[in-house]
C-alpha cells in the first residue's frame, strides 16, 4: 500500500541533509496491507540504545502479511530465543536493505530453506546468510506473517531502512508515511548549572522549571536568574494520529536570542554509536524518575552523529546584568512544532545553594583504569567505561558487594571477580554471581567459572553477590497428557521454567529423533510443529531435556499416539 508523497515533504528533504546522498523517496513501499498506526518511532530513547527502526502496530493480533517493501534477495536471516526473534533482511539493487523482525512464521518457501538448515544443526536459534540472488523477492511478495517473538512487547513489526553501510535511517524520509497532525508534547524543561561556579536560581543543583502553557499552543516560563556556563534539558515525546503511545521526536532545535546554538535530527545513526544514548540524557534523572531527559548541549567525548550545528557545544555562558531568550523547537517528521520561550536574566547571586559533593574514598577517573579488592571480591572498570570521573560508593560485606547505584552508566564492561577457595568445592558448580534487583530478588549475570575465580562481566552498577541454585527447572505438559491420542492436533507444547538461575539450553527427540522446538520466553513455552513431518510413526515416546544455568538438569517423557 503506497501513499503518496507531499510535495512539501520532498521539498524538505532535498534541502536537508540528505541532498548531498539522496534518498529514494519512491522506491519502497509499505510493509504492511493496513494503515500504519506506530507504537514506535525512529531513533526514540530506549535503554541503552536508539530505536533502529519503526514499530507497526498490527491491530492488536499476529498473522498480518508481511511484504516486501521493495525488490531484492534474501541476504539474511536470523531466528532468535530474544532480541529480533524471527528476522528477515532483504538486499536491494539501490544498495538499501530492509529488515523485517518479530515476525511469527516466514513464508512457506523461506521457512523451508530454514528448517532444513535448522534440523541440520540440529537448533531453533540459527543465522543464515544466503547466496546473493538464492532467494530473490519481488515488491510487495508476502515474506512472512507478523508476529510478537523475541523481545517484542506486544504483536506488531519492527521495519527497518539502513544504507550500504548497514547504518539505520528514519523510513519516513523514503516515503513510508504516518498520518502525523499533532505537534509533539513537552513533559520538562530543566536547566543545568554546568561551569564551577555557574547557578540558576540561586542554585548550582539542576532545576525543573515549571512550564505556563500559552494561547497560541507554545509554552513559557518564569524568568531564568542565572550566571555562569549553563545548559538546558528536555523530555518531550511525539505521537501520531491514531495511537496514544509516547513516541521520539524527529528533530530539537534551540536558539539563543535568534542565533541556534543547538541542533540533534533523528534521521541516521550507527550501531556502534547507540550505546552513547547514555551520553545524550540525563542518565542519573532517569535512573530515579523513569524519564529521559535528552540535554541540549554535548559533553566532551560524545560522538554521536545525530548532533546537527553545535555553538560551543549548546552550552550558555550567561553574563551578569544582560537579558536573554532562550527558544527551543521541537518537531516530529511531518513539520508539526511545539516552541518553548524561556527568558534568562543574568544575575550573579550571593546566595548560592551549593551542589551537594559525594566524595568517597573511590575515585574512578574516564581516562584511567579503576580496581578495588576486598573480602576475596575484585572489580576492574577499564580505561574508557565511565563517560566522566565519579566518586563510587562501594561496601563489601561477607560475600556481597554494593557497587555504587545504576546511577552512572558504563559503556563498557567492567569485570567482578569472587575468590572461590573460602568455598567447599562441592558446592562450586551450584553457585553463581546474581546482580540483586528490587526487594533482592537475584536476577542471574553470566558467570564464568576458571580455576577457584567466579567473574562476571556487567555494564550495570549495583549489588552482586554469590547465589546458590538447587533445584532444576521443571517441565509439563500444556496441551497433551501421557498416553493420549493427539491426531488433531497441530502442535505439541511444554511449559518450561526455572525458579532461580534462569533456562540455559533444551533438547527435545521423539522416538529418539530430535525435533525442532520453538522457545518463547514470554510465555515459558517450548512448541513443536507436527508440519515439519519427523513425527512419523503412530506411537512415539516424548523426550525433553532442559538445563539452567549452573547444569540443574531436569528429563521429562511421555507417550503419545498420533495417525496422520
Known sequence: MKRATSLLFLIFFSNSLFAQSPVPAEYFEDPLAVPLVLSGTFGELRSNHFHSGLDIK??????????????????????????????LYIQHPNGFTTVYAHLQRLAPKLKEYVRKRQYGKESYEIELFPEAG????????????????????????????????????????????VPDNRAPLIEGIFAYPLGEDAHVNNSQERQKLRLIPLNDGSYTTKQVEACGEIGFGISTVDQQDM???????????????????????????????????????????YSKHRDRVQKLFKNPGNPLSLYGKLIQEGKLNIKDSLDYQYTISVTDIQGNEKLIRIPIKGQVSDRIQKKEKNETPYLAKANQAFSVKENNIDVYIPEGS??????????????????????????????????????????????????????GRPNYSTTYKKGNRFTTRTRTFGKYTLVADINPPEIR??????????????????????????????????????ILMEYEYKDNTLTHYFSDDVVTETENNLKVIVVDNVGNTATYTAKFFRKE
Open 58 to 87: 498490527t491491530q492488536g493480533v499476529e498473522g498480518l502479511e508481511v511484504l516486501a517493501s521493495a525488490s531484492g534477495y534474501i541476504s539474511r536471516i536470523n531466528i532468535q530465543h530474544y532480541g529480533y526473534g524471527k528476522a
Open 134 to 177: 538464492e532467494l530473490k523477492v519481488e515488491q510487495g511478495e508476502v515474506i512472512a506473517y507478523s508476529g510478537n517473538t523475541g523481545g517484542s512487547g506486544g504483536p506488531h513489526l519492527h521495519f527497518e531502512i539502513r544504507d550500504g553501510n548497514q547504518r539505520p535511517m528514519n523510513a519516513q524520509m523514503f516515503g513510508i508515511q
Open 243 to 285: 495511537a496514544y503511545n509516547k513516541n521520539g521526536v524527529y528533530r530539537i532545535e534551540a536558539n539563543l536570542n535568534g542565533d541556534q546554538v543547538f541542533e540533534i535530527n533523528f534521521e541516521k545513526f550507527s550501531f556502534s554509536e547507540t550505546r552513547h544514548l547514555n551520553q545524550l540524557i540525563d542518565y542519573e534523572y
Open 386 to 439: 565511565l563517560y566522566e570521573d565519579a566518586y563510587l560508593d562501594i561496601k563489601f560485606t561477607g560475600d556481597t558487594i554494593e557497587l555504587h547505584k545504576d546511577e552512572i552508566p558504563l559503556h563498557s564492561n567492567m569485570t567482578i571477580g569472587f575468590d572461590m577457595s573460602r568455598y567447599p568445592k562441592e558446592d562450586w558448580d551450584k553457585l553463581f554471581i546474581a546482580r540483586l534487583g528490587n526487594y
Open 477 to 514: 505438559p500444556v496441551n497433551f497428557y501421557d498416553g493420549q491420542w493427539i491426531s488433531n492436533k497441530e502442535t505439541l507444547k511444554v511449559k518450561i521454567t526455572d525458579d532461580l538461575s534462569g533456562i540455559d539450553s533444551y533438547r527435545a527427540t521423539v522416538n529418539g529423533k530430535f
